[in-house]
């Protein structure tokens, strides 16, 4: 079992930035792709990052150019920086992680933005 703990988000107003965090714990050792997926309000959740345990990255369109994806392997956690923040980015941001196939999920954190 892979536990996934988020942190960093909250209410942030349009153009500012946010960090977010996920640390893992538990069975951590062969740990893959880790990336951050958000669910808007009444809608499904989406992918917004990805990143490989080789660093290679992956982003939603939506975010390119201001979102940046980014892991430290030694301390089992990875990043989301959030830069020039809209509206429409609002949404709960889940952080993923696949472990030999397995996909596991943090429990959630909730960006805000607005004015």
């Known amino acids: 079992q892979v536990q996934l703990v988020e942190s960093g988000g909250g209410l942030v107003q349009p153009g500012g930035s946010l960090r977010l965090s996920c640390s893992a714990s538990?069975?951590?050792?062969?740990?893959?792709?880790m990336g951050w997926y958000r669910q808007p309000p009444g809608k499904q959740r989406e992918l917004v990052a990805t990143?490989?345990?080789?660093?290679?990255?992956n982003y939603a369109d939506s975010v390119k150019g201001r979102f940046t994806i980014s892991r430290d392997n030694a301390k089992s956690t990875v990043y989301l920086q959030m830069n020039s923040l809209k509206p429409d980015d609002t949404a709960v941001y889940y952080c993923?992680?696949?472990?030999?196939?397995?996909?596991?999920w943090g429990q959630g954190t909730q960006v805000t933005v607005s004015s």
């Open positions: 990143i490989t345990k080789r660093s290679d990255t």
């Open positions: 538990g069975s951590i050792f062969a740990i893959g792709t």
């Open positions: 993923n992680a696949l472990r030999l196939y397995t996909p596991y």
